[in-house]
């Protein structure tokens, strides 16, 4: 299956990278695990049937818990998983479904 960083994803990661430089290998971990079929992280509801899953990534630059590390929120369709969102926690609240109903119609994700 096809992993698609989307341009705000990717936009999302470079400016992460500035402070925390091992960003971009964390979500590689992710990345691997979506391409050997798992699907980690928890799915979110009331978002119409859609395949949308919101998974915490331990940041390793800062050394802190997975629970202080990021949110990443990707879109798991026919022929492709999508990744959506990614934030630092605590200082993202939980991504809302209606954003994450924004996003994925913009880019014709059902």
């Given amino acids: 299956m ?8 990717n936009s999302l990661v470079k400016k992460l ?8 290998d964390d979500v590689d971990g992710l990345v691997d ?14 978002l119409g ?34 990744l959506l969102v990614i934030c630092q926690k605590p200082r993202c609240a939980d991504v809302q479904p209606v954003r994450i109903r924004h996003l994925m119609n913009e880019l014709n994700l059902t």
């Fill in 2 to 9: 096809e992993i698609i960083l989307t341009d705000r994803f």
């Fill in 17 to 24: 990278g500035r402070r925390y430089r091992r960003v971009a």
């Fill in 33 to 46: 695990d979506l391409e050997d079929g798992r699907k980690p992280g928890d799915k979110i509801p009331g």
């Fill in 49 to 82: 049937g859609a395949e949308v899953y919101k998974v915490r990534l331990q940041n390793t630059s800062a050394r802190l818990s997975k629970r202080d590390g990021f949110r990443v929120v990707y879109h798991v369709g026919e022929t492709a998983i999508t």
